[in-house]
Each structure stands twice: as structure tokens, then as C-alpha cells.
């Protein structure tokens, strides 16, 4: 694991997700609406990029 990649902090609540990440000289926050309640199956940082797959919880 990079240490960008220790740097992301990733919550998911609900049906929103908050992805905060920061360095020294930057912060970055983001909150991001899904359309039904869901849990993270799978988290990659390759090249600068974060990819989150999620999966919806069954009803």
C-alpha cells in the first residue's frame, strides 16, 4: 500500500459516500450520493486512480 493510498479515508453511510483525502499542502473532500444502500466490496489506487466497487445490500 503507497502512501497516498494510506492517505484516503473512505465512509460509507447509507446511500452516501465521502471520500477525504490530504497532503501537506492539500485537502480534498467529496461526497457522493448512490442511489440505494450499498457496501464496498473492492478498493484500488492504481496510478493515481481510485477505483471503489460496490455492491447493493439486498432487501
Do not use: H
Amino acid at each position: 500500500m503507497s502512501s497516498a493510498e494510506e492517505a484516503i479515508k473512505i465512509d460509507l453511510e447509507k446511500v452516501s459516500i465521502t471520500i477525504a483525502a490530504s497532503d501537506p499542502k492539500n485537502t480534498y473532500n467529496k461526497v457522493i450520493t448512490v442511489p440505494c444502500e450499498a457496501r464496498l466490496s473492492k478498493k484500488r489506487f492504481t496510478d493515481g486512480v481510485l477505483e471503489l466497487n460496490l455492491k447493493k445490500y439486498r432487501s
